[in-house]
């Protein structure tokens, strides 16, 4: 491969919460001789991409940051981006804008398209930043929860979507594209399916794809925004380059919206806090980021996860009894049924939990994501410490 990720980053002291604050969690100081496999957070443990660094590098060398304005690349690079990787067709300018992360265009959304004690339609398994973002800001949520088939894929239930929505009185959903926690990437007749429903009974559409880039090898993201004319105009698309890229620290994502009234309603509530404001480094992140070098080293990346996720749930489906997991189709999380395990085993998660954490596998309890009795799992390491990780959790964890 042309760039690197197999290299093992040792990231203490380098401000990344993955390895510095892991024990707030509460599981517990991992026993001597274990080091920290971070598999927990959203976060990559890859070096970044070389472009990144040095636009930001070369910006640095100028030794002012005063106020400033966007620049053009800044807009080019994002709409040669959805052009290229999306298919998006006639996106311009005045349909881009900035958002300080996007769980925080999250609510300013919910603030144009709802009132405080509104309630809004989310699937469960659900993000957990959804969840804190929506009752922070004082809405309601109503779960349609999502179902796994014959082969174990989860789908979504139109049936109860609609009922949910009628009994309601629902008029804004949040749609997660590629959905996390499960990795499920939705096909485009789903998306038709959802985004009827939605027409049919004036929901408004707040759509999350910020894992777009993030699908598996052989598996394709298709827009929310791009399956109609009605939805291209109903929904509110939130992407970013910090989950692809990991940039979270940076902050740093935008909104594509194609109805000129939610645009200039978003625009406009945006401005209201005077802090929505870009930052000039994450300008220069971005535009790194979105340079030719850039669409190679996310198709590396892509095989790089992909690898890694056949690997644990090969791994999981041979040797750990009672632990089912859907193979993901997009995203670097597994989202991990130990229930069985726990039933026949005679333990709670707060043990299998633990017992991770106790030996520096530290990966994240899914109840917060409405997984009763699942663990959520960061793929996003080398293959090297994946492997590592899952040889701990057979003998001490598992198979113990």
């Not at 380059?241 to 200039?264: E, V």
């Amino acid at each position: 491969m042309k760039f690197d990720f197999t290299t093992i980053l040792d990231r203490r002291g380098k401000d990344a919460i993955a390895v510095d604050i892991p024990c707030s969690g509460g599981y517990g100081e991992q026993k001597e001789g274990f080091d920290i496999i971070p598999m927990w957070v959203a976060d990559m443990n890859f070096p970044a991409l070389p472009t990144i660094q040095e636009e930001m590098i070369k910006r640095i060398q100028h030794p002012t940051f005063g106020y400033f304005s966007p620049r053009a690349e800044y807009y080019d690079s994002i709409i040669r981006w959805h052009e290229t990787r999306n298919g998006a067709v006639g996106l311009t300018k005045e349909n881009i804008g900035y958002e300080n992360g996007v769980l925080g265009g999250v609510a300013t959304a919910m603030r144009v398209l709802c009132s405080q004690g509104d309630k809004v339609l989310l699937h469960s398994p659900t993000y957990v930043g959804f969840t804190g973002v929506l009752k922070n800001n004082g809405y309601d949520i109503v779960h349609s929860p999502l179902v796994q088939d014959e082969e174990g894929v989860w789908r979504m239930d139109f049936e109860d979507m609609e009922k949910k929505i009628v009994d309601n009185k629902i008029h804004t959903a949040i749609f997660c594209s590629p959905h996390n926690p499960t990795g499920r990437v939705w096909e485009k007749w789903e998306i038709e399916k959802a985004m009827e429903l939605y027409k049919k009974h004036d929901v408004m559409v707040i759509s999350d794809e910020i894992w777009s880039d993030l699908t598996l090898p052989g598996v394709k993201h298709i827009p929310t925004q791009s399956v109609s004319e009605d939805a291209k105009k109903r929904t509110i698309a939130f992407y970013a380059p910090s989950k692809t890229f990991n940039l979270a620290g940076l902050i740093g994502s935008y909104h594509i919206i194609y109805n000129k009234l939610l645009k200039d309603r978003m625009d406009k509530e945006a401005s209201l806090s005077h802090y929505n404001s870009l930052n000039v480094m994450s300008m220069y992140a971005l535009i790194g980021a979105y340079k030719d070098e850039g669409y190679e080293w996310v198709d590396e990346l892509r095989e790089v996860i992909g690898e890694n996720a056949n690997y644990a749930c090969d791994y999981i489906e041979k040797n750990f009894k009672g632990v089912k997991v859907c193979r993901p189709q997009g995203t670097y999380m597994l989202f991990i049924d130990c229930g069985e395990w726990c039933e026949a085993n005679g333990k709670d998660m707060d043990y299998l939990i633990h017992k991770g954490w106790e030996h520096g596998v530290i990966w994240q309890d899914g109840r917060a994501f409405h997984g009763k009795t699942h663990i959520r799992m960061n793929l996003a390491l080398p293959l090297s410490r994946v492997k590592e990780a899952f040889e701990r959790l057979d003998k001490y964890v598992f198979n113990a």
